[in-house]
């Protein structure tokens, strides 16, 4: 039995392959300006690390902000209930999860099927999601992927009075004529996000097992922030930006083995 | 007895001299710059263009988000009073004042003989400031002038789907290389009314009694006001410097405070 899921982001589409017992493979790309393409192109590429073609394929579950656009999917199912079934997989333990993507964030309450009982989501502001640190990360002319490192060797934590990030890169900006150090501004800007993902998780409470997922959990400053104010350890899986779609396939599979001869369930 | 009112926004500052509340002098300065004693500097300068000195001012109160940064003021007021005692002086008629910076948008109550009633104040979200408007003249490539006429030649309107500044940013893009492109004018006049939307629902939250005067630099946008008048459903009173409001009500508050 083969399933697949497949998690088009507003940044970036994430495909992953699993059988009964593992992941197979996985793939990541960049969301390019039209949804199906990218679709096919994550698609072929999670097949070729594994070469399994697409008739191997029993059953395909699509999630994500494109996830009505992709023509070979089975079924679709909301990005919160995949990423609940991803972080189940890797952390059976976990009952809260903050889904941190490219532009919106959410708080997750799940039980331990990984079934969702509650959840917030902000999609309205970019402030607290990664557009934020991308803008920051063009501000500050750093890559992305050195963004989280460096605002961990900040020895002054500048305080941001904004949460807004049009306001927040015009405040940057004068920091930075200031003089202020590129460190202690990232600093400050992981200090910002971090706080407005926390109000977001408290408005569904959180408990000790808690886990990110999302692109931005490959950020280790975000990490130690958010860790460090809500004085808790983070669940982080191996690859935190692929839980969506492996989520998705998680539901796949759910799918096959329901809808399977009852011989076959065992 | 000579006094000032000085209003440190977030992009320009504004400085109103009064002699015995009569209006000697009034200008919106915009100068941006990190120069903590710019402010010194400006006002020396606008002093001695009208023939005055420092020691002929004997109180001085500053106003404006930016206040805390002006030194060497009497003492320092919050914007909403100033807006209300500005505002009633100007209009003894208004009730409601609807002050739309660049950065912050407040909406002031103001009850019989002007006092402030109530207030709300919007500092904290890009997309309900002017600062929506500057975006605007940089993706555009438009500047302020055009862009205050554009959306009255547009026939349609632009329904926005986000709220953020940044997400309507790859709206407008994505309109613009539409084939055919969207006019220019419909994507004006959808950002007018997303912002109008914003600012009126700040405004209820005081309570929209007439008469209403519209202020801040914002209000000198004729398209904008247009539309806004449109959404918030009542007549508009716009002063003739729209953007002296704040900083007029303070210089009124310091004459107020040295003939106690």
């Known amino acids: ?266 | 007895m000579i006094v000032a009112g000085i209003d440190i926004g977030s992009i320009a500052s504004k400085i109103v001299i009064l002699d015995d509340k009569k209006i000697l002098h009034q200008s919106v300065i915009n100068e941006n710059e990190d120069n903590i004693n710019l402010p010194d500097i400006v006002f020396d300068r606008e002093l001695d263009n009208i023939g005055l000195s420092r020691s002929d001012i004997k109180y001085i109160i500053a106003t404006g988000i930016n206040r805390e940064s002006l030194s060497f003021a009497d003492r320092k007021k919050s914007t909403s009073l100033c807006l209300a005692k500005g505002a009633y002086y100007l209009f003894p008629s208004a009730r409601l004042v609807i002050d739309i910076g660049a950065e912050t948008a407040t909406v002031v109550g103001i009850g019989d003989k002007g006092v402030l009633k109530d207030s709300a104040v919007n500092d904290k979200c890009a997309a309900g400031a002017g600062s929506f408007l500057l975006l605007l003249v940089k993706l555009l490539q438009m500047p302020l002038e055009r862009l205050s006429e554009i959306s009255l030649e547009a026939n349609g309107r632009i329904e926005f789907t986000n709220t953020c500044v940044v997400f309507i940013e790859q709206e407008i893009i994505s309109q613009i290389h539409r084939d055919p492109p969207t006019p220019m004018s419909d994507i004006v006049a959808g950002i007018y009314e997303s912002l109008a939307t914003r600012i009126a629902g700040l405004a209820k939250r005081v309570g929209i009694k007439e008469d209403v005067v519209i202020c801040g630099g914002v209000a000198k946008n004729r398209g904008f006001v247009k539309i806004f008048k449109e959404v918030i459903g009542v007549k508009l009173i716009i002063p003739e410097s729209p953007e002296i409001l704040p900083a007029l009500g303070a210089a009124l508050i310091a004459q107020r405070e040295i003939s106690k």
């Open chain 1, 1 to 266: 039995m083969i399933a697949a899921g497949i998690d088009i982001g507003s940044r970036s589409a994430k495909a992953v392959i699993i059988n009964e017992k593992k992941i197979l493979s996985q793939a990541i790309c960049d969301t390019g300006p039209e949804s199906a393409k990218i679709a096919l192109r994550v698609m072929n590429e999670v097949m070729k690390k594994t070469n399994i073609s697409i008739k191997d394929i029993d059953y395909i579950v699509a999630t994500g902000y494109g996830r009505i656009v992709v023509p070979f999917a089975n079924e679709n199912i909301s990005e919160i209930s995949c990423h609940a079934k991803g972080i189940n997989y890797y952390f059976p333990q976990a009952r809260t999860i903050l889904d941190m993507g490219g532009q919106d964030c959410k708080a997750i309450r799940c039980d331990e099927n990984g079934k969702v009982t509650n959840f917030v989501m902000n999609d309205k502001c970019a402030g607290g999601t990664g557009r934020f640190i991308e803008l920051m990360g063009d501000l500050l002319k750093i890559p992305l992927e050195d963004i989280g490192e460096l605002s961990l060797q900040s020895k002054d934590n500048i305080q941001f009075s904004n949460i807004c990030a049009i306001y927040a890169k015009t405040e940057a900006l004068s920091l930075l004529k200031k003089g202020i150090n590129k460190k202690d501004i990232l600093a400050g800007l992981h200090d910002a996000i971090a706080s407005r993902c926390i109000s977001l998780l408290r408005r569904v409470s959180v408990e000790k097992e808690f886990a990110i997922s999302g692109g931005i959990a490959k950020n280790i400053g975000m990490v130690k922030k958010l860790e460090e104010k809500l004085n808790l350890k983070a669940l982080i899986a191996p690859d935190p930006q692929i839980i969506g779609a492996l989520g998705a396939a998680c539901q796949a599979r759910t799918m096959l083995i329901l809808n399977s001869p009852p011989n076959f369930r065992d």
